[in-house]
């Protein structure tokens, strides 16, 4: 029994091998013909011979090479790129890339590195980016510092590092990215920063460290792009830490799971001295907020307080003339003036989207924001019976609107009439129920964009669109027409200088040979996902060279002469149609075949019928239709049998008539 057992397992083992050695045999995928290639994944143990000696950019990941040396990659001397995550290397050896002077960018993240050698890095001219991410280093002098003079980011994350102090003679003066998220750094100290001096406009990542002390001074006139204390659980440590430096953002939002401190402004107090112009503060929450818990961000540009469970911003806030953009999302207003607009008074960017609660937009809450150009109140619950003029009382300069993803709102005419200078509005997925028979758009002169996808829409009515002579971009998906059809006369006759029409989804039977006839810029016409018959493309028949999407309708036979229509477009999507192969559809899979540099997604343009070619994809199909050769030869014969027997015939007819003579 027992020796059964072990052939038995000794069989799977050898399976199991059979295995390995079978996926040897896979190949990489190329991306770019002698360039890019794939190799991801494929148990690989060295660099495929079939790999070319010209490639530049190799992803290697998840295969197995514990050591790397100078003959690992010694043929591809081309290398640019080399991603060489999780491949379960140890040991990087001695001038490992020595002939790859161009190489610019290697990843080894997720490697569990026991031993790099000085020179591991040797060789390439300008070694830009290094990963070294999940590595398993914590300490920064494993890292070899020859050849990295000219490194721009350096990617530290999720590794055991505890201080964050360089060896002396590492090169830094070119780095502007810098990542240490996710490690154990609790102290940062004046020597740590001070061989950072070189590094200007440096991107500098704390994220997810619980930093516990910085020392006085320690970032003194220190000058950064941004800094990142994210997940830090008491932000007056890290403001007091910041003192006297500057930074373009700073970010200081936090996490979920997080058990931080509440802010308080006496926690905000260092900021005063720290010269910043954006700040993210996502996710806490503010004890006893009032006016003076921002004292210290009146010179702000940008100011980010998503999720910070906010019911109101307080009145009375003064100083902060400077700030631009204010996000506002994931918070809990009921009503729009509780924003306190009035206290940001340049502001251009407003966001305030997926509002928890059911908000009121009130009456002329932002008429102070006389510069406000981009407005997002997406996904808050918003309804209005009578939208919007009251609402966005005196925004003379907005010029984007997203209103999408909200409750019901009804318009009436010249509903926008407050915002003449609109150029992007979004409307889709919310309900609008227009009260007017003219247009609700009237007078958005130079509105360029308008999604209007969802909406259910009355599209019987002709002049909702009127009084929108620029407008570019129209996005009509899944709003139904009366009868599935789009009459003669219909609500696109008074956008002529439509370019991209979006007509999916909308249940359409049929399309009037004219519906489209004013629209004569259009470049992109959608129409998938709708259940349009073959001769729908009639309504086409004036446009040139468009991008024409057909994709999953009820097209079964293209009559020849529509080809030509179809023949004069420059891309065209047909897939998903149930297409008929048959002798009846002939003229239409000859022309497929000699167009199919015009077609898109071919793999999923098949026959529907008959049953025996159901599946087979259109550009395999091979009809037969008409006579065969022997068809025609047997025909040939047959008339020539014929004529003769003709003329034998008439010859013995007349010389029977003639033989009394
Ligand atoms: C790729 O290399 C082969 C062999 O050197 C060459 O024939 C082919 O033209 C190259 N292809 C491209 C796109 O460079
Ligand atoms: C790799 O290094 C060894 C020892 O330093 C050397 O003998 C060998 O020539 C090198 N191989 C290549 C391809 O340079
Ligand atoms: C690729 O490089 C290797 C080693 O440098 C060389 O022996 C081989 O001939 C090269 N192959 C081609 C196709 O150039
Ligand atoms: C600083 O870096 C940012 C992005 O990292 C870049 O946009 C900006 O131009 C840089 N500024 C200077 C002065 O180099
Ligand atoms: C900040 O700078 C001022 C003036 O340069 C100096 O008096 C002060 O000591 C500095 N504070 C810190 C914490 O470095
Ligand atoms: C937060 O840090 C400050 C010093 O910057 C300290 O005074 C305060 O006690 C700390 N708070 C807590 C709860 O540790
Ligand atoms: C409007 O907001 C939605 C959801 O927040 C977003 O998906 C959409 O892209 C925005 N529209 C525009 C035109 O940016
Ligand atoms: C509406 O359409 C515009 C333009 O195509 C697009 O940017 C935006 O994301 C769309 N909105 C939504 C909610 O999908
Ligand atoms: C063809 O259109 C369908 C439906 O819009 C889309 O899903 C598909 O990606 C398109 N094919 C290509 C190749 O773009």
């Given at each position: 029994m027992a020796p059964r057992v072990s052939c038995f397992l000794l069989a799977i083992l050898f399976s199991a091998s059979c295995e390995v050695i079978a996926s040897l045999d896979q190949t990489c995928t190329e991306k770019?013909?002698?360039?890019t290639y794939n190799c991801e994944n494929?148990?690989?143990r060295e660099i495929p011979d079939t790999l070319p000696n010209t490639t530049e950019s190799l992803e290697f990941g998840f295969n197995f090479l514990p050591t790397i040396q100078n003959t690992t990659f010694s043929r591809l001397i081309n290398l640019i790129f080399l991603d060489l995550t999780r491949c379960q290397i140890n040991w990087v050896h001695e001038d490992t890339f020595q002939s790859h002077h161009q190489l610019n960018t290697i990843v080894l993240t997720g490697n569990p590195l026991i031993f790099m050698a000085e020179t591991s890095f040797n060789g390439p001219k300008s070694l830009k980016h290094l990963f070294l991410i999940q590595t398993g280093i914590s300490n920064l002098d494993f890292i070899p510092v020859h050849n990295l003079e000219n490194l721009e980011s350096l990617h530290l994350g999720s590794n055991h590092i505890s201080s964050i102090k360089f060896p002396e003679n590492f090169p830094t003066q070119n780095l502007k990215v810098l990542d240490f998220q996710n490690n154990a750094i609790h102290y940062l100290s004046r020597e740590d920063i001070k061989v950072l001096r070189q590094a200007t406009n440096l991107s500098l990542n704390f994220n997810g460290n619980d930093i516990k002390g910085i020392e006085p001074g320690a970032f003194h006139s220190k000058i950064f792009q941004s800094l990142n204390f994210g997940g830090a659980f008491n932000l007056s440590v890290i403001l007091n830490g910041l003192r006297n430096s500057t930074t373009q953002s700073l970010w200081l939002g936090t996490f979920e799971d997080i058990d931080d401190q509440e802010l308080t402004s006496a926690m905000l107090e260092g900021l005063c001295e720290v010269s910043v112009e954006s700040i993210n503060l996502q996710k806490h929450h503010f004890s006893g907020l009032s006016s003076t818990t921002f004292r210290c961000f009146t010179q702000l540009r940008e100011l980010d307080l998503t999720a910070t469970h906010l019911q109101e911003l307080p009145s009375g806030i003064e100083g902060m003339n400077s700030l631009k953009k204010l996000v506002l999302n994931v918070n809990i207003f009921d009503q729009l003036c509780q924003i306190n607009a009035a206290s940001f008074p340049s502001l251009t960017d407003l966001y305030i989207r997926g509002n928890m609660r059911k908000l009121d937009l009130g009456a002329g809450c932002l008429e102070k924001l006389e510069n406000l150009q981009k407005l997002d109140l997406s996904h808050s619950d918003i309804e209005a019976s009578d939208c919007c003029n009251l609402q966005l009382k005196n925004l003379l300069h907005l010029q984007y609107l997203n209103l999408s993803h909200n409750s019901p709102l009804g318009l009436q005419n010249q509903a926008f009439e407050e915002c003449p200078q609109l150029e992007r509005l979004d409307l889709a997925f919310t309900h609008l129920r227009?009260?007017?028979?003219?247009?609700?758009?009237?007078?958005?002169?130079?509105?360029q964009v308008l999604n209007l996808s969802h909406c259910l829409l009355d599209t019987s009515n002709q002049h909702l669109l009127a009084g929108l002579p620029n407008l570019r971009h129209l996005n009509l998906q899944g709003n139904r027409f009366p009868d599935g059809s789009i009459p003669k006369a219909n609500l696109l006759q008074t956008v002529g200088s439509l370019e991209v029409l979006i007509l999916s989804?909308?249940?359409?039977l049929s399309i009037d040979q004219q519906a489209f006839h004013s629209l004569g810029k259009l470049s992109h016409v959608d129409l998938s996902q709708n259940s349009l018959p073959g001769n729908s493309i009639d309504a086409l028949s004036h446009l040139k060279g468009i991008y024409l999407n057909l994709a999953a309708n009820s097209i079964q036979v293209i009559p020849p002469r529509l080809l030509p229509i179809l023949s004069q477009q420059s891309t065209i999507n047909l897939s998903h149609n149930p297409l008929e192969c048959t002798c009846s559809n002939v003229r239409f899979i000859m022309w497929y075949k000699e167009n199919l540099h015009k077609l898109e997604g071919s793999e999923e343009t098949t026959c529907a019928s008959p049953p025996s070619l159901r599946g087979v994809k259109l550009s395999d199909v091979k009809l037969s239709c008409g006579m065969t050769a022997v068809g025609i030869f047997f025909l040939i014969v047959f008339l020539f049998l014929f004529t003769i027997l003709l003329i034998f015939s008439v010859k013995y007819l007349l010389r029977k008539k003639y033989q009394h003579i």
């Open positions: 770019e013909a002698n360039k494929l148990g690989l227009v009260n007017a028979p003219q247009s609700p758009f009237q007078n958005l002169r130079l509105l989804f909308c249940d359409l």
